[in-house]
């Protein structure tokens, strides 16, 4: 059974950093684009960044602040956060990219993790 399990999530300052990380078992991604998405209250699900095996991809509001990656051998992908603003806070999920098409469209994924909440304060 596939599992993807995001930690780190946590209430922090505006200006302030945090990292998470996504935790993926069940089966082997390599390959495969990982992504991470957020979702803040009354608001759609949007993309944040994805990672590819070589290549990284950024939504133009999170970009020069955050920084994908990803360990294949652990089979994990991170999300390191810097400069916060209050207006990242949301529930932060991370998803495995199972279909052709653009990285920013959700419905790409197959597989999501239950997500991690960031609040940022001002």
């Known amino acids: 059974q596939v599992q993807l399990v995001e930690s780190g999530g946590g209430l922090v300052q505006a200006g302030g950093s945090l990292r998470l990380s996504c935790a993926a078992s069940g089966r082997t991604f390599t390959g495969y684009p990982m992504a991470w998405f957020r979702q803040a209250p009354g608001k759609e699900r949007e993309f944040v960044a994805a990672a590819t095996t070589g290549n990284t991809f950024y939504a133009a509001s999170v970009k020069n602040r955050f920084t994908i990656s990803r360990d294949n051998a652990k089979n994990t992908v991170y999300l390191q956060m810097t400069n916060l603003e209050p207006e990242d806070t949301a529930i932060y999920y991370c998803?495995?990219?199972?279909?052709?098409?653009?990285?920013?469209?959700?419905?790409?994924?197959?597989?999501w993790g239950r997500g991690t909440q960031v609040t940022v304060s001002s």
């Open positions: 998803a495995v990219k199972t279909m052709t098409g653009s990285y920013d469209v959700a419905a790409r994924y197959g597989y």
